[in-house]
């Protein structure tokens, strides 16, 4: 059976999608095709010509191939009096970017349904109807111990730092290398870390890169995207697990 794994993109918005995409162009060339780009939905404060721009920008990237999977709201959390102390040490963690860390089941399903209603505006056709987001990838994978099912029950993939759960309840092992937010110190680490689980016989590893990464590691990122794939693994998406 061929190995798989996922190439992941985060964090393409409103305010960087015209630097990223030509980002996303080299890698789908090097990959040999398509792969998953995470949207943050929000464009609050965004001018209209940008808003325009950016679902023009999404609908090309979709026709080209590319999955697209819903990354959270606003990826940057608003304050919330439904918030364990352990969500808040997830916040401190991340600078305020774990949105959904430790929220209570009111506030986790209305910062989803608030995301969610984003996603359709930024989608919708003439007809005002939108497909839903194959997946759903909290902001830093800090999560809550509700997210999980709200997300499957509105037929989506869940995932997280260290597995992938199907809308049907089917998990997948999944570690994840990730290089953005960590201390330089740390980085070659990182990559020895990545190139680690991609030799792991089972399972589906994650490559999750981000804006912040390029141009200042584009060459040990296109490195272990080859050796990826010079492992005979194959890049696969989302809705093919």
Known sequence: MCKRFLLCFHDFSVWNHQKVTPILEELKELVGGPF???????????????VENFRAALAKLKSEGFELALHGFKHKA???????????????????????????EYESSRLLQAALESWKKLFADENGNADAPIAFVPPTWFSNKFLPGQVRAEKMLYEDRFSLTTAE?????SPVASFAGIPKS??????VYAEGILKIPFGVPRIAVHPV??????DKIRDLIRLALGRKRRLTLYRDL
Request: glycine letters at 12%; a negative charge; charged letters at 20%.
């Open 78 to 104: 608003e304050f919330s009096q439904g918030r364990s102390y352990v969500g808040l040490v997830g916040m401190n963690l991340t600078g305020g970017e774990a949105e959904f860390a430790g929220l209570s």
């Open 213 to 218: 990464d390029f141009p200042r590691l584009n």
């Open 186 to 191: 740390t980085e070659k680490a990182a990559f």
């Open 36 to 50: 998953s780009l995470l949207v943050i939905p929000d464009t609050e404060n965004a001018t209209d010509e940008a």
């Open 169 to 173: 309840g089917v998990r997948y092992a």
